[in-house]
């Protein structure tokens, strides 16, 4: 690729803009709430009204009388604390400061929150391997090409894992290909593998990441790396884990009995 002017920038951004438009135009209304969208927003909803996680009284009337008539479907399981929402809770326990704080489209701020943070740190890796304008250039085509922003508007956590993944990323591997090159600490390194560790209780596969991280770390020869990446992934996974097990009564959502 050759490098580019800013000037050049205007076509793929006004592209972008456009594309996430009419992407956004085709998303129901936000006051429409109904599977995952509505489990989460009453997650969050929910640790900020009463911080728990058990689907009550309060929470039925919350989700039957919500904005008139728009109502909430949410998705629910059965376990030892009675009958609690059934998603992870790493993304509501995220969002529900910002639900105190503004309410439902709170959880659209989370998700620009993420999002700014990813693409701030996917400039820094992208500025050392080339000039500005290549960077933006390449930083604005993947936003674009991978229609990212429109999940700003769609209030459920794959924006945050998106996130997640990239910023531990470029924690973790930032200049592993140098072999003399400076690297960021190691506690940075370990608060990427916390991340990852987060990613993972929201899902699963999200575990071949971080795997990936750590492989990287000791195919480099950063054999200290690779263990803070790992220990850190695993403390992250396990502390998310049991936050869950004491919030709703199951370690693993998906395995609970849903309704």
Known sequence: MRATTFGSLWVPLVAVVALTGALASLRPSLATLWGDEGTYVAMA???????DLVFDQVDRDWAETREREAGATVILQRTGAGLTYSKPVVY?????????????????????????AALIFGWLLLSKRGSGELSALTLLSFIGCGALLP????RVSDLLQFSLVLVALTL??????????????????????GALGLATVMRLPNAALAAAAVAACL???RWKRGAAVAGAAVLAFAAATLCGLW????????KAERT
């Not at 326990?93 to 929150?113: D, T």
């Not at 973790?172 to 593998?193: D, E, I, Q, S």
Request: hydrophobic residues 50%; contains cysteine; proline residues 9%.
């Open 92 to 116: 509501p326990l995220l969002a529900a400061p910002f639900y105190a704080l503004f309410g439902e489209p709170g959880l659209i701020v989370l998700n620009g929150v993420a999002l700014l």
């Open 172 to 193: 973790v591997c930032h200049g592993l290909r140098r072999k003399n090159g400076p690297l960021w600490p190691l506690w940075a390194a370990a608060l990427g593998g």
């Open 219 to 221: 195919l480099a020869g």
């Open 151 to 154: 999940y700003l508007l769609w």
């Open 45 to 51: 909803a929910s640790l900020a009204r009463d911080h």
């Open 247 to 254: 919030l709703t009564g199951s370690a693993n959502p998906y």
